[in-house]
Structure formats: C-alpha cells, structure tokens
C-alpha cells in the first residue's frame, strides 16, 4: 500500500494509488471517493499528508470536488481546438454530450466602450447581452456573455438563445459565419463563479476572450466566458 521507508513521497504514493484504482474502474467517472477521513486510516499517514494527495489530483483534473458533496472522479474533459470557432452545441454534440443552457441575463441594451470598440459599432447603438451557464449532459461547463449587434439579430429570442446562438444567425438570419480571434488565460475562480459553476472558491478557470466575424470580416459577437479547468481543455 504505502511504504512509509521509500524516498517517494507519501502523497505522490497515494496519487499513484488512487490513479490506479480509477484507471481499473474501482471508482468510475462521475463516482465520489472515500472521505479525507477513511483515506487517512486507509493509508495510515496524517489527514494533511492524504489532503495534498487530493488537492494534487483536483488540480490537474482528475478529481473535483463538489461543495458540501465531497470528491468526485472527473468526468472527460470537453476538448475544443484552439485553432476552430465552434458553438458549444456543436461541440458537444461531436462528443456525444447533450447541451443545454441556464440564461441567467437576457437584455437589450448600450454597449461600453470596448463592447463598441470590439464590435466596431457605435456607442448608440444596441446591443443584445446574453449570459449563459453552459452544461454538457447537465455538468456545468463554463460561463458565457455573449454581446451582439441589436441590427444583425433582431428578433431573438431566449428560445433561440437556448437552442444556439450560432444556428439563429445561420439559419433564421442567413449569415455565414467566418473567423475571429480569441485568448485564453488562467484565472482563479471568484465567489459568483464558484457558486454558478458548482466549483471551490479558487478553482482553476480558463478565461477566453473571444471576437467571432462573418466571412465578410465584420465582428457578430464579443464574447468572454470562464470554462472550469477540470471538464474542459483546448488543444492545438
């Protein structure tokens, strides 16, 4: 189990214990673990010792914990191509997971200045805010605001905004979406996400900040959004 004499440390011992319990399905996707309590009897070592064990594997994504729940086996992670602009629709459906969506604003309203200026629109002129918990198979993925030119989607609706942003603009509007520019930094996760995003307060978040364009270069969507660290990663 633990060789207390060995110079691996006891916490990476632990790790390695509790990957290989989850890589021969002891414990499967989406499946709480024992307590810090029962580990630290399990192992013999001190709760602070099993406590870094865990923290070390909720930081890389293999674990996740769930306020007032415990600590959960990590489902796979959404993977999206940093290269692609995607709705999230999209995405999920190419990885077999459902989509749906939490509006928590939906209004009509000026835009500030980087708005406009991101936009490259006026600072009289409309624009819709939308903000969005993203949930893939009813697991929160991220945080979407979504802010859009009032002229290029009148007539939207929640309805649409539930189904997909992006299928709206193509279909009921016509447009053909093109290109845009994006950043992704890390961020710790602040009060209001932790609660909406059912994660600890310092989580690891990703942070993007996004321009989509039509094909004919001109920006339809501003969008910043916070993805929890542990369920979704982009690759190159």
């Given at each position: 189990m633990i060789n207390k004499e060995s110079p691996i440390p006891m916490y990476y011992q632990i790790q390695e214990h509790i990957r290989e319990n989850i890589k021969q399905h002891k414990w499967a996707k989406g499946e709480a673990i024992p307590s810090e309590r029962i580990l630290t009897?399990?192992?013999?070592?001190?709760?602070?010792?099993?406590?870094q064990a865990v923290q070390g594997l909720v930081d890389e994504g293999i674990l996740m914990r769930k306020r007032?729940?415990?600590t959960?086996?990590?489902?796979?992670?959404?993977?999206?191509?940093?290269k692609e602009i995607t709705s999230f629709t999209k995405l999920m459906e190419q990885r077999g997971m459902k989509a749906s969506s939490k509006i928590t604003v939906f209004t009509v309203r000026k835009p500030n200045e980087i708005e406009a200026e991101n936009l490259k629109i006026s600072l009289g002129f409309d624009v819709y805010?939308?903000?969005?918990?993203?949930?893939?198979?009813q697991i929160p993925i991220a945080i979407e605001t979504s802010i859009v030119p009032y002229y290029m989607a009148e007539g939207l609706t929640e309805a649409d905004v539930q189904h997909s942003?992006?299928?709206?603009?193509?279909?009921?509007?016509?447009?053909?979406?093109?290109?845009?520019?994006?950043s992704v930094e890390?961020?710790?996760?602040?009060?209001?996400?932790?609660?909406?995003?059912?994660?600890?307060i310092d989580s690891p978040i990703l942070q993007i900040e996004r321009v989509a364009t039509l094909k004919t270069g001109a920006p339809f969507?501003?969008?910043?959004?916070q993805y929890v660290g542990s369920r979704f990663k982009f690759y190159l």
């Open positions: 009897e399990q192992f013999g070592v001190s709760r602070m010792t099993v406590r007032g729940s415990g959960y086996v990590s489902n796979e992670k959404v993977e999206q191509p940093l805010h939308i903000e969005r918990i993203r949930l893939g198979d942003l992006y299928e709206f603009l193509e279909v009921k509007k016509g447009y053909s979406l093109g290109d845009g520019q994006q890390a961020i710790a996760a602040s009060k209001r996400i932790s609660k909406l995003l059912d994660v600890a969507e501003y969008v910043r959004s």
